[in-house]
Every structure is written in C-alpha cells, then in structure tokens.
C-alpha cells in the first residue's frame, strides 16, 4: 500500500511561483507512476502532470493547460515528488492531489490511480 501526502499550497499571486511537494511511504515512489491532479470547487478532478516510474528512463505528460509553466519531476532516492509551478493564474487555484498508479500506465484519467494524497490548497489571486 502507499500512503502519499501533499504540501506546499498556499496563497500566491498571479505570475508567482509555487512548488509542491508529495511525500510517498509505504512502498518506494520509484515502482510507481505518479501525477498531479487538480479540482476546483463545482468541478470534475483533471490531470495535471505525471511522471513514469524512474528517472534514467523517465516519460513526463503534461496538460496543456500548463505546458511551459509547470515542471513535475521526482527524486527517488527522498521517495518524493514535485511539481514546479511558474507562471500562475488565477484559474489554477485549486485543490491539487498527488496520485500513484502501480500498473505502469500513465492515464490522463482519475479513474486508473490507486492511490490518492488528501490535496494542498493552491490559491492565485487577481
């Protein structure tokens, strides 16, 4: 089983910066495919970003709502994932989930993840 656990949200500006931040216990990050999600209030959870399983062999997605302004990376060694946000705008603001999947398959869709952490706040104001 894998337990995940976000920080790093809070209250920023638009065109601030932000990182997060996904702690993985249980099982090591690095067997698994894992992704930011996001959902603001009134709507359905969307993909964000995801990332395979290892570094030297990594494969990252994006959605292109945030191409060029968000980074999701991991370091396997801290059993960590991050996701790097330049550039924001007042429509991230959301819950954002970090999520694994330990079939292999990087999904764009919710449905497929196993695993889900409880969600860090990202506000961007005006």
């Known amino acids: 089983q894998v337990q995940l656990v976000e920080s790093g949200g809070g209250l920023v500006q638009a065109g601030g910066s932000l990182r997060l931040s996904c702690s993985a216990s249980?099982?090591?990050?690095?067997?698994?495919?894992m992704a930011w999600f996001r959902q603001a209030p009134g709507n359905l959870r969307e993909f964000v970003a995801g990332?395979?399983?290892?570094?030297?062999?990594?494969?990252?997605k994006y959605a292109d709502s945030v191409k060029g302004r968000f980074t999701i990376s991991r370091d396997n060694a801290k059993n960590m994932l991050y996701l790097q946000m330049n550039s924001l705008k007042p429509e991230d603001t959301a819950v954002f989930y970090c999520a694994a999947d330990a079939s292999g398959v990087m999904s764009t869709s919710p449905a497929p993840y196993d695993y889900w952490g409880q969600g860090t706040q990202v506000t961007v104001s005006s």
């Open positions: 990332i395979s399983t290892s570094w030297s062999s990594g494969y990252t």
């Open positions: 249980g099982r090591t990050a690095s067997t698994l495919t």
